[in-house]
Structure formats: structure tokens, C-alpha cells
């Protein structure tokens, strides 16, 4: 006696599993196109050349909008982001702290960046700023990040200290005060910094629209496929 096959999963399943697909695929293509757009914008705001925005804590910021801020730079507690690679050269970001008025959150300043010395120790020297108020112009910018960061941000030992890839929270935590929630890029013509030039990602608009495309083009083949599938079922009854 020949049982009968079942099959185990029902009918609908694939559908069902198929359209979370889709679902899916048309998310991450709409999610790179609203990233796509931002870094236009990015762009936009690194090309607008209409002079520094006084700035003060608390103010509504955007990247690469040229701010200048006001206050005493804290020498005693700088921060030198190590593994920033520029012409081939190892070196460090050089950021130090501008305290504002009592109470704020410091807002950190990245100075440029300070070839690695071939004994592997900076001359301390170098690091150092006046101690008078100053105002300091740039444009809001982050902290360089690592695809992927293991272990602890922070080498252990005397300041400066060195950093790799540090989070605005760790660095907030090495300070023992808060931060402002941006990193100022010092302005290229200012003092006292070292090499600067920024720029924005080169991970342009384009290549964000590219990949939203791909995954609208995804999307609509499988749900071509799915279509056709269930056209083919039904008819074949």
C-alpha cells in the first residue's frame, strides 16, 4: 500500500517568505537613497563658502557648516588619534579640548594631523597651545571611526594619551567631563594646527543611489518571480 506524500510546509509559506523579501529589499533601497541624499547635502554644506556662524552651546548644528567658537584651549588634556594614514605616512589627529563657559560640555578640536616620529614618541612640545581665550574656526565634523574596533580606545599612561578610534563617550569618560555631541575641524588657515585638509566622504551620493538601485532591481525580480510562480500553480490546476 503506496502512502500518500504530504508536503510538510503549506503552500502559502514561500509566498509569505518571499514578500518579507521584497518588503525588505525595497527598505534597504529606500534607506540608501535617504543616504544618498544626506551625503548631497553633505556636499552642499562643505561647498557653502558664506562665512563662520558664531556658534554657542545648545545651537542647532550640520556637518561641514562652518562655525567659530569661543574659548581656552585645555593643553594638558589632548588626544592623539593614532592610525590616520595620509600620503602613504603614519600619524596622528591631533585633538584638543576648547572649554567654553563653566557648566558646558567642551567641545573637542581637531587640529590636524602630526606625522608619526620614527622613535615612535611626539615631542610634547609641539602639542602645546597658549593658554589665553581664543576664538577658533572650522566646520562641524566627527571622530574618525574603524570598520570594526576591538579592545579598549584608550592606551593607558600620562597625557597627551593616545586613542584608537575612540567613540565621543570615551573620550568624554577620559576627560571625567562631557562633550559636545561634534568635532570641530579647525579651519586650515588658522593657528595653531597642523596638516588639515578636509573633505567629505569619498563614499559619494552615487554609489548610494547605485546600490538603492540595486536592491529596488532585486526587489522587483523576486516579486516578479513570485508572480509568475503562482500564475504557473494556478493555472496548472
Known amino acids: 500500500m503506496n502512502a500518500e506524500t504530504k508536503n510538510?510546509?503549506?503552500?502559502?509559506?514561500?509566498?509569505?517568505?518571499?514578500?518579507?523579501?521584497?518588503?525588505?529589499?525595497?527598505?534597504?533601497?529606500?534607506?540608501?537613497?535617504?543616504?544618498g541624499l544626506e551625503k548631497r547635502e553633505d556636499q552642499r554644506s562643505y561647498r557653502d563658502?558664506?562665512?563662520f556662524t558664531p556658534w554657542h552651546?545648545?545651537?542647532?548644528?550640520?556637518?561641514?557648516?562652518?562655525?567659530?567658537?569661543t574659548g581656552r584651549f585645555d593643553n594638558e588634556h589632548q588626544v592623539l588619534l593614532e592610525n590616520i594614514i595620509v600620503n602613504s605616512r603614519y600619524g596622528y589627529y591631533v585633538v584638543t579640548p576648547l572649554l567654553g563657559l563653566d557648566g558646558e560640555p567642551v567641545l573637542l578640536v581637531n587640529r590636524g594631523w602630526l606625522e608619526k616620529p620614527a622613535g615612535g614618541?611626539?615631542?610634547?612640545?609641539?602639542?602645546?597651545v597658549p593658554a589665553e581665550r581664543r576664538s577658533v574656526r572650522g566646520r562641524v565634523?566627527?571622530?574618525?571611526?574603524?570598520?570594526m574596533k576591538m579592545g579598549e580606545a584608550?592606551?593607558?599612561?600620562?597625557?597627551?594619551?593616545?586613542?584608537?578610534?575612540?567613540?565621543?563617550?570615551?573620550?568624554?569618560a577620559a576627560l571625567g567631563r562631557d562633550v559636545q555631541p561634534f568635532v570641530l575641524l579647525m579651519h586650515p588657515g588658522d593657528e595653531p594646527g597642523f596638516l588639515r585638509h578636509w573633505k567629505p566622504s569619498e563614499f559619494g551620493p552615487g554609489?548610494?543611489?547605485?546600490?538603492?538601485?540595486q536592491w529596488f532591481a532585486m526587489a522587483a525580480v523576486l516579486s516578479g518571480l513570485l508572480a509568475w510562480n503562482y500564475r504557473k500553480k494556478r493555472f496548472a490546476r
Open 8 to 35: 510538510p510546509l503549506p503552500a502559502w509559506l514561500p509566498y509569505v517568505v518571499g514578500a518579507a523579501l521584497v518588503v525588505q529589499f525595497a527598505g534597504l533601497g529606500a534607506w540608501q537613497i535617504s543616504r
Open 141 to 147: 565634523g566627527s571622530l574618525p571611526r574603524a570598520g
Open 154 to 172: 584608550f592606551n593607558p599612561g600620562n597625557w597627551p594619551r593616545t586613542a584608537v578610534y575612540p567613540s565621543l563617550d570615551e573620550v568624554a
Open 207 to 213: 554609489k548610494h543611489f547605485a546600490y538603492a538601485f
Open 49 to 51: 563658502e558664506t562665512g
Open 121 to 128: 614618541a611626539v615631542d610634547v612640545a609641539r602639542l602645546d
Open 57 to 69: 552651546h545648545g545651537q542647532d548644528v550640520r556637518p561641514y557648516q562652518r562655525l567659530e567658537a
